[in-house]
């Protein structure tokens, strides 16, 4: 960044002949804080980036001289790590990743972020729109537009097949893997949307062209979710088993299997299975099995383990992904408040 940002903020504030006082009242600071940025001690909050530029009659480009690759920082830190995205920034982002569309060097990217920023804007709503269903049935209990509007805030699940399947998101990744036919994880996104719509026997022929470009443990994987679909469960466990023994030191072999057994319930062995895999993956660690295990607690009501498997993400988040505030790191502080509450509640 820029060091003589500073610089630039005063000799604005002077062609304007504003006084620190004033540029501080405007922006609802202290002249001191005004003072520190003009000194290089200190940088101004993303979020008073809107009303700065304006206040000093400039665009965020011309007032800071960021380069197109500390903006694209700040948008993606914005994106991870906040909550909720003020309305100024969220403008700000987009129109900056909007404007920068017709750089080829950056387009790929800033397309990216232009999905995840919508995405999280998505999410925004959708946790508020989960709040303000369930406050309507709590009037209104028999309502199904509550139901409704809850479901679809939280994802829920719907049997109408017509809004279920997934035969448009097929189409696209048929298209997706003709293009790209040595890409593995193509045919992993296929095959997903196949299985969960219960076309088995297209599966298989996916299955059949992921073998020839990968050679890993999503074959028996994928082999057995077929095999669960068609209602050869037994064989599916067979293939299972076999792919943590062919495959006993990957880390993702054993997290798959905790994965397919959290989901018949076997919730034992799935602990098992997600404990293996976390100990075997290397440093910095996901924090995604001992997730899956404190959901598993939840479920099955042990409210003190599930917390400290919550204690664990959170000190994991620190000690491996330097993540100490920020959104994440305040929805699991969140969920341990909740859990507090079963606890005393039983």
């Known amino acids: ?53 304006v206040t000093l009659g400039v665009t965020i480009d011309e007032l800071f001289a960021l380069t197109d690759d500390t903006h694209l920082e700040r948008i993606e830190n914005m994106i991870y790590n906040e909550h909720f995205i003020s309305k100024d920034d969220y403008h700000y982002a987009e129109q900056f990743l909007k404007e920068k569309l017709n750089d080829d060097g950056k387009r790929a990217q800033c397309l990216t972020l232009l999905a995840e920023l919508h995405l999280h804007r998505s999410e925004e709503h959708r946790e508020l729109a989960s709040h303000y269903a369930k406050d309507a049935l709590m009037l209104t209990p028999y309502k199904k537009a509550n139901h409704n509007a809850l479901r679809d805030a939280e994802n829920g699940v719907i049997l109408d097949w017509n809004f279920s399947n997934h035969h448009k998101l097929i189409e696209f990744y048929n298209n997706f893997v003709s293009n790209h036919p040595d890409y593995w994880r193509g045919y992993v996104w296929l095959m997903n949307c196949l299985i969960a719509d219960g076309r ?127 959104k994440t790191v305040d929805f699991y502080r969140g969920e341990i408040e909740n859990l507090v509450l079963l606890r005393a509640d039983r």
Do not use: F
């Open 200 to 326: 088995c026997a297209e599966a298989r022929v996916v299955l059949e062209r992921l073998n020839q470009v990968y050679s890993g443990y999503y074959i028996q994987l994928y082999e057995g979710l077929i095999c669960k679909e068609e209602g050869n469960l037994s064989q599916a466990l067979d293939l299972w088993d076999q792919m943590t023994e062919l495959q006993p030191q990957d880390w993702g072999a054993w997290t798959s299997r905790g994965d397919c057994m959290a989901k018949l319930c076997k919730y034992d062995e799935a602990i098992e299975c997600y404990s293996k895999g976390y100990e075997l993956q290397p440093r910095p660690k996901y924090a995604d099995a001992l997730i899956a295990i404190y959901h598993i607690y939840e479920i099955q009501g042990k409210y003190d383990k599930a917390i400290e498997k919550l204690e664990e993400v959170i000190a994991l988040l620190e000690s491996d992904w330097k993540i100490t505030e920020g």
């Open 1 to 53: 960044m820029n060091i003589e940002i500073g610089s630039k903020i005063k000799a604005l504030r002077l062609q304007k002949e504003m006084t620190q006082e004033a540029l501080a009242a405007k922006l609802n600071m202290s002249s001191q804080a005004i003072s520190k940025w003009e000194n290089n001690v200190t940088m101004p909050d993303i979020q008073l980036l809107p009303r700065l530029s």
